[in-house]
């Protein structure tokens, strides 16, 4: 087994390059981080083998190996799990986005933006992630070519005002190549905003340069969207990579997936939320765990997550409340799961629910709501 870098060794922990390509996988780092015997061998073998794996040292430095059932181990540990298919209803695409690519790479489902999966490569790969199956195939538009295909789509499509260029984690890419990509997305007159779906500020912070920060910032409307899924992912390290981001002018909001084991409890979405505020990143999204093969583990009832949401409406402040949403199967797109107040709209009054359980009767402006009858 290759050895391992360690926190100590400064300059080079804060090395991204060293980073990156010091990063544990295979088998062999495997079985030694987690003492396989040898018919454990055998089934991890065949897990990383459909569902390659590789963490950072920095990464790696968050778990607690004490705890079995440590919430960073879970996220970036090969699980057998993953290929047990226990649940009905997984698929490997349940979203049908290969069924909206209009070419290779570029989904195109809502009618003003656009999702360009630009790289197949993350710096680890998630255990939970929605797109692990392109880990085998990359579907991603990954060559020169291929990413102005995605460019010339949509020069060609007037409706487009927003490309959201995702992965794989495209700050991965040659920053080279990603500067040239969104400098071409920037050149099409009604492409007025741009979005990078990335994990870089959370699994290697120290890839967040003034040289990227820079190039990034020459891009604006440039927004960040984060994916941020439990408080101990922020670090002093993590929380500069966003400082960063931030002084470079860019808002960082965050997507976090609602993962069994991981995070779906009150308490840690709560202090996941407060601590994605003090460092001034947006909760945006908090994403039901889609019915995708290798992740069945980690899937938990949509109860569970309105369950939360509801938990957290007036108790904390409105800007650490995510949306809980849900991606339908099918290539339905997202659906909003919000826990209303409003019970009920009647001729003279609307009936609502505090966030403390109270029942409040509102009276509606004679004539204003006469005759229209809401069940929400
Ligand atoms: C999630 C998603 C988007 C972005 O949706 P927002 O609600 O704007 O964040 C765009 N395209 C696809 C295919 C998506 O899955
Ligand atoms: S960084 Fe994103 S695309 Fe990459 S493995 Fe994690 S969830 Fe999947």
């Not at 003492?35 to 459909?50: G, H, P």
């Not at 692990?132 to 995605?150: D, Q, V």
């Not at 260029?165 to 190549?177: A, E, I, N, Q, Y």
């Not at 290697?204 to 910032?217: F, G, K, S």
């Amino acid at each position: 087994m290759k050895k391992t870098m360690n926190r100590g060794e400064t300059g080079h922990w804060s090395d991204w390059r060293r980073q990156f390509s010091n990063r544990i996988k295979g088998l062999d780092a495997l079985s030694g981080l987690l003492q396989l015997t040898s018919s454990e061998i055998k089934i991890y073998r065949d897990v990383i083998a459909l569902y390659r794996y590789a963490v950072t040292p920095y990464y790696l430095s968050l778990i607690d190996w004490s705890d079995p059932d440590d919430p960073i181990r879970k996220q970036c540990i090969p699980d057998p799990g993953e290929i047990r298919f226990s649940l009905p209803g997984s698929e490997e695409d349940p979203l049908a986005e290969r069924a909206h690519m209009p070419v290779p790479g570029l989904i195109h489902r809502y009618p003003d933006r656009v999702l360009a999966m630009v790289t197949g490569t993350c710096a680890v790969y998630c255990r939970h992630c929605n797109r692990k199956r392109a880990w085998r195939n990359p579907e991603a538009g990954t060559t020169r070519e291929a990413l102005y295909r995605m460019v010339d789509y949509v020069a060609g499509s007037p409706r487009v005002r927003e490309v959201i260029v995702s992965g794989g984690d495209p700050l991965t890419m040659p920053l080279r190549l990603l500067d040239d990509f969104l400098k071409a997305f920037r050149e099409i007159p009604h492409v007025e905003v741009l979005r990078i779906g990335t994990r870089i500020p959370v699994v290697l912070p120290m890839r967040i340069t003034d040289d990227l920060c820079q190039m990034l910032a020459g891009h604006r409307p440039l927004w960040i969207s984060t994916h941020f899924n439990h408080p101990r992912e922020i670090t002093p390290e993590s929380t500069e990579a966003c400082e960063r981001l931030l002084k470079a002018g860019i808002p960082l909001s965050n997507q976090t997936v609602l993962l069994k084991g991981v995070n779906d409890s009150l308490e840690v979405i709560r202090d996941l939320c407060r601590g994605l505020q003090r460092i001034m990143v947006r909760p945006y999204y908090l994403f039901h765990c889609d019915a995708v093969q290798g992740t069945d583990h980690f899937r938990t009832d949509i109860r569970k997550g309105v369950e939360i949401i509801q938990g957290l409406w007036g108790k904390i402040g409105g800007l650490c409340i995510p949306n809980y949403v849900v991606d339908l199967p099918g290539g339905g797109g997202k659906a909003l799961m919000i826990p209303s107040c409003l019970l009920e709209v009647g001729k003279d009054e609307a009936i609502f629910r505090t966030f403390e359980g109270k029942i409040v009767r509102y009276p509606c402006p004679e004539g204003a709501d006469a005759g229209k009858l809401i069940n929400p």
